[in-house]
């Protein structure tokens, strides 16, 4: 099981509020195709960027699912897990049990991460 990280500041501000949610309101994920699975994709421009900066999931099995469109190469890593890196038309996932925290996902081809491909995943 991976260790919620402690997320820098200047990560955690360009992440939405998500103490604004009702309480008891149980986070609701449209894009979970199926239990678990969570999806987002590479930006299809080729910039380096996720169309999401911020998943909400339910503690457990979680499995990130990225789709690559765009002309570079590009992988989901979830902490210390990589998933495989792949080129326009591949899809990349990574899996890990959770506990409630918040931990960081990030594309690990050198340079992207810090150029901008990574969100917040937030486990309840
Ligand atoms: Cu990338």
Do not use: E, Q
């Amino acid at each position: 099981m991976l260790r919620p990280l402690l997320v820098a500041g200047a990560l955690v501000a360009g992440a939405p509020v998500l103490g604004a949610a009702p309480a008891g309101a149980a986070p609701v994920d449209p894009t979970a195709t199926s239990a678990r699975t969570y999806s987002l994709a590479a930006a299809a421009d080729g910039s380096l960027r996720f169309t999401r900066t911020s998943i909400a999931a339910r503690a457990g099995a979680v499995t990130l699912r990225l789709r690559n469109p765009s002309s570079n190469f590009h992988n989901i890593a979830l902490g210390t897990r990589r998933g495989r890196v792949v080129g326009r038309g591949g899809v990349s996932t990574v899996s890990a049990r959770l506990k409630p925290g918040r931990y960081l996902y990030y594309c690990s081809v050198p340079g992207h991460r810090a150029a901008g491909m990574r969100g917040t995943l937030t486990v309840r």
